[in-house]
């Protein structure tokens, strides 16, 4: 009867290994961190776009309450702390946030490129929505639009009404241009795929979807969607066509 050594046995596993593992990145490198980042990031975004939304509709009320809330913001903390000091902080953690969310979705790109560096014979494109395919491009378009966005109306470099001009000033200038309204619309539209995808991804990040609740948590993220991108195109669509003058 032959007798196998522990040499042999080890030789004879070794010529057919099983699935090589991953080398350890840490809790920072994990695909589990990384996936958790962009969610919170997108909260932070999400929580500032309704609020963003709020104030922008305040333009329906007139410049004198356009350009007070304008001020509020300004003034907002006083006299507790330093004018201008509550709007620095709300723009430094969406700065932060934006790096913290183009890093993580730049990585996860990465490392799913990584893990398959050839590409499949036939795409499965069936489980994938126009959305989740267009969150690279849609997320470079929302970049050079924030870019433009604060060079024209928060700053007014790039607005007609000039620096010196008040917000609502600006606001109408800006829109009065068609083809600043169609790109602002363009980029608004980029949003809602952005964000009808992201809320989806969130609540499976975050262990708030079962199979049970996908449909319905689809439908909210449609819903909510097409509901923050309509606040925000009535604006400049009311400036174009005379609503708001």
């Known amino acids: 009867m032959a007798t196998v050594t522990t040499q042999q046995a080890g030789q004879s596993a070794g010529a057919n290994p099983g699935p090589k593992r991953d080398p350890k990145t ?6 589990v961190f990384k996936k958790a980042v962009m969610a919170v ?16 509709l305040k333009a329906f009320a007139g410049a004198e309450t356009f350009n007070a809330y304008s001020e509020f913001l300004r003034d907002l903390g006083e006299p507790i702390v330093p ?4 709007l620095t902080i709300i723009r430094v953690v969406l700065l932060v946030a934006v790096a913290a969310h183009i890093w993580a979705a730049f990585s996860l790109w990465k490392q799913a490129k990584r893990a398959r560096p050839v590409a499949y014979v036939t795409k499965k494109r ?3 929505s126009y959305a989740s395919r267009t969150m690279r491009w849609g ?3 929302l970049i050079l639009f924030i870019i433009w966005h604060i060079l024209d109306l928060t700053l007014g470099a790039v607005n007609p009404a000039g620096r010196d001009s008040l917000p609502y000033g600006r606001l109408v200038e800006g829109f009065q ?13 980029a949003l809602g ?5 992201g809320v989806w991804s969130a609540t499976q990040t975050l262990g708030h979807s079962n199979k049970r609740r996908e449909r319905a948590l689809n439908l909210f993220a449609t819903v909510f969607a097409v509901v923050l991108v309509g606040g925000y195109l009535l604006i400049p669509f009311s400036v174009l066509f005379g609503i708001i003058d």
């Open 83 to 86: 004018r201008l000091t509550v």
């Open 26 to 31: 840490g809790r920072f490198g994990s695909s």
């Open 177 to 189: 241009n068609p083809v600043v309204t169609i790109w602002y619309a363009i980029a608004l539209i």
């Open 126 to 128: 069936v489980q994938q």
């Open 193 to 197: 795929f952005h964000i009808r995808h």
């Open 139 to 141: 997320g470079v378009i």
């Open 41 to 56: 990031t997108g909260i932070i975004f999400v929580l500032y776009l309704i609020a963003h939304m709020v104030g922008n």
